[in-house]
């Protein structure tokens, strides 16, 4: 599973247009820790 979390600027609060991507691979998605594993 790949996410893009929107990059925002600290003063505003804003989105600045840009992203990171994290990806999150098959081994966490079976053991059921997905959620753990974003935070």
């Known amino acids: 599973m790949q996410m893009n979390v929107a990059k925002v600027k600290k003063m505003t609060g804003r989105f ?18 997905l959620d753990d594993s974003i935070l």
């Open 16 to 33: 600045n247009s840009q992203f990171k991507a994290y990806t999150i691979c098959g081994a966490i998605r079976r053991l059921g820790k």
